[in-house]
């Protein structure tokens, strides 16, 4: 009996500790302004600040950050009778589900934008213990974006057991980080404590304000060995570049975005960017049950500027003169797209 009263006693001490625990995290939540994610927070609050001005927002990593010059793209299609004003909304290194969080987070402002262009990029699992060090990294793993991850670590058949469960431990302690705000206490304090003599305030530097949120990559192009490489890329591309179907999980994410983004009021478009992947280059939208625009710049026949070595800083990203390139192959897709509209009006995007 008496071994029965202790064992009661350790687990209404132990529901007691959980339950404050909770209530102190939630009086945290509320308490603290949501976690800086560098690079990500200052977009959104431009968005917030400019909220109903852009017509277009473009989402995606570096390959939209560095290519997509939005003053260009809106002076083409103005000038073709389609008023439009964009925004760059792409982020370093930043591929699904870390993508798809920042893009609802933006939905969630109501930025009230027309459309809405989304890079087609897979899902990525990829984490490793100094990850947990990046309060970006940190950023995105609420619940829902945390089991999308873990969904596609678990179905990767790339990957073996072994760095499944390591990836695994890595994203859960994130989330349980994100979630419990362990570590942010000092904020907390900052809020009610008497100001004391500090330096200067930290503040990113946002180049990108006056650009659009483009910020153009460096201007000298690939040489040596890397240049040949892709040159034999190019090579084998042009030689034969079947589509592929979108993977299983990233066809039913692109579904739920897609309805997501039409109950803001905007229309979504999949972005298949330049590559010499042969498993990035995604078949369109239409033959994969996704109903929504899909735009795709991948062939080296119809774009072949977007391949020229002399445009491009690595495989992946273009100079500065292989942006407006890519900009301009953008906005002229986009002008089609528009006019292909049944009966589309005169001066409206």
Not at 17 to 42: C, G, K
Not at 235 to 249: D, G, I, Q, Y
Not at 250 to 259: I, P
Request: charged fraction near 20%; glycine fraction near 6%.
């Amino acid at each position: 009996m008496r071994n029965l009263r202790r064992v009661a006693a350790a687990g209404w001490g132990l529901a007691v500790f959980l339950a404050s625990f909770v209530l102190v995290d939630v009086a945290f939540a509320f308490a603290l302004p949501p976690l800086y994610a560098f690079q990500i927070t200052p977009k959104l609050r431009h968005l917030e600040q400019h909220r109903g001005e852009f017509d277009v927002l473009f989402f995606g990593s570096s390959r939209v950050l560095r290519h997509f010059a939005a003053a260009d793209f809106d002076a083409q299609l103005t000038a073709a009778g389609h008023p439009i004003h964009s925004f760059n909304c792409g982020i370093d290194a930043m591929p699904p589900p870390e993508s798809f969080y920042v893009l609802r987070q933006a939905l969630a402002l109501r930025p009230g934008a027309r459309w809405i262009f989304i890079e087609l990029w897979d899902i990525r699992s990829v984490a490793a213990a100094s990850s947990l060090e990046v309060k970006r990294f940190i950023h995105w793993h609420d619940p829902r974006h945390t089991v999308l991850v873990l969904r596609r670590l678990c179905t990767d058949p790339r990957v073996p057991v072994g760095e499944k469960l390591a990836r695994a431990s890595i994203h859960l302690r994130a989330a349980f980080t994100r979630g419990s705000q362990i570590g942010r206490g000092s904020e907390w304090l900052e809020t009610i404590l008497p100001p004391q003599r500090k330096g200067p305030a930290f503040e990113e530097p946002t180049p990108w304000r006056n650009a659009g949120g483009f910020s153009p990559g460096p201007g000298e192009p690939m040489s040596g060995d890397k240049r040949a490489q892709y040159e034999r890329s190019v090579s084998a591309v042009r030689a034969a570049f079947p589509t592929t179907p979108w993977p299983a999980l990233l066809r039913e994410q692109a579904a739920v975005l897609t309805r997501e983004i039409r109950a803001t009021g905007a229309e979504p478009v999949f972005v298949v960017m330049p590559t010499v992947n042969g498993g990035e280059n995604y078949a369109d939208s239409s033959t994969q049950g996704i109903d929504a625009r899909c735009i795709s710049l991948t062939s080296p026949e119809r774009f072949p500027e977007l391949y020229d070595p002399d445009r491009h800083n690595d495989e992946w990203h273009l100079t500065a003169r292989g942006a407006r390139d890519f900009t301009h192959a953008l906005a002229t897709e986009f002008q089609a797209l528009l006019e292909a509209r049944p009966n589309p009006r005169k001066g409206e995007p």
